[in-house]
């Protein structure tokens, strides 16, 4: 078992990642809480999901952005090197080509957007549609 040292919450990983202390609230909260550097890019990929799905509910769940309607549709989180973006195991299967075309990392349910590449912004308004109108969530 592994304690963290600023918070005293034990894990059975070691350093295993965590929020210490509360978990946002809000995900105006949750992006503010994240380095400088990367909010920008959160932000945006916030604003794309949001367009897409504007009668979709936005909030915190499982300590990630998430957009609900009657069930979780997408949600997202900042990673050390990445922004995680959580579809769900079927859009990810769904969408694997074009994911693969553009050198992403993706695995079950989950897609590694880096911060060192541009936005896919319209691929990620796509998915999130994808997700509502078919029903398969995150």
């Known amino acids: 078992m592994w304690k ?8 059975q990983n070691e350093n295993q ?17 994240q380095d400088e550097g990367i909010r920008d890019q959160l ?9 897409e799905l504007p009668d979709a509910a936005e909030k915190i769940s ?10 979780n549709i997408i949600h ?3 990673q050390k090197k990445h922004i995680g973006l ?12 074009k994911l693969a ?11 590694q957007i880096p911060y060192s590449e541009d936005l896919p912004l319209e691929l990620i308004s ?3 549609a994808w997700c509502r109108d078919t029903g398969n969530h995150a």
């Not at 990630?64 to 069930?71: K, S, V």
């Open 76 to 78: 997202f989180a900042a």
């Open 17 to 33: 990642s965590h929020y210490c202390g509360k978990a946002p609230e809000t995900i105006d909260d949750y992006i503010l809480m």
């Open 86 to 97: 959580y579809p769900g195991t079927e859009a990810v299967a769904f969408f694997s080509e």
């Open 126 to 128: 796509e998915i999130a």
């Open 62 to 71: 499982w300590s990630m952005p998430t957009w609900r309607g009657d069930q």
């Open 101 to 111: 075309s553009r050198g992403y990392r993706y695995s079950k349910g989950s897609i």
């Open 43 to 51: 932000s945006r990929v916030r604003e794309a999901i949001r367009r």
């Open 4 to 11: 963290c040292p600023k918070c005293g919450r034990t894990f």
